[in-house]
């Protein structure tokens, strides 16, 4: 298995002219809510006509850096959600990343739309959604990491309880429900997650969007991979390190007919990056699988029978 070199990456952005770190999103007093472009006519609600109250921070005089990645390609008709449920956080000291893969849709018109609130974006072709989202990370300079893709967004007040809960925990990674949103039907699912457990952690469960981590324990993500690429980067990145579920939903990932997770179009690319995982190059087989799924599932009754999930 061989990972990029972030330090590279970061070098080639500096050489070709980027001055690092870069600037973080405005931040004012009443929020970013009035100065933000309009949203469309037919949108209410978060993130369209109301933002987290900035008084939420008050609570501490400094926080520190977040830094949110953003990878993007041609998801024009999610992406302003995303965008604005980011900067309508109104997180006081937030570093936003956008690297889009050279879309051909509405996408690069809403970046430009909101291009003063973000700290740096890009739009031209790169290898896929890993590598963008490594571009992204060797430019971060934040404390705390996440990355949100384009055709998701995140709750109010998140990113409040996320960085108080790294704060008074002293966790490396923070995590969460999160809500799936099923556009054909408009309604919500609430995905509720067992605590990850190190024993556990080969068994997929972590939910992307909600998932929030400590700069100091970042790896890159293996850009081989097409779908498993951050069930992969768990396996790395997560276990040994102090970790704190929040057992409250902290994003929606909208549900559509594209999204890889959904489209079974995408089959053969997820049974390659199972293969590619398991390999003797990569983390190997897993020859105790069978009692890891026989004490996971008596974990997960009992979890059903304390109404923990």
Known sequence: MKLPDLKQYRSNYQAAG???????????????FAELPNCPSDSSGWPWTEQTDPKIYSARDTWPKLTIVTPSF???????QTIRSILLQNYPNLEFIVIDGGSTDETIDILEKYSRWISYWQSEKDNGQSQAINFGFSLASGNYFAWLNSDDYYLKEVFARVVDAFLKTGSKFIYGYCFNYYLDSKKYELVRILPFRDFF???????????FWSAQIHQPVWE??????DFELWLRLVKG????LIRQPLSVANVHGDAKTHDPRMKAKWDEDHLKIWSDEAHGRVYEWKRIMLLNRIRRKIYKLLGLI
């Open 18 to 32: 980027i001055s690092l770190p870069l600037p973080v999103v405005p931040s004012r007093e009443g929020g970013l």
């Open 74 to 80: 041609n998801q024009g008709q999610f992406i302003e």
């Open 201 to 211: 952690i080969k068994i997929p469960g972590l939910l992307q969007p909600s998932t």
């Open 224 to 229: 081989e991979l097409h779908c498993s690429l």
């Open 241 to 244: 390190n102090k970790r704190r």
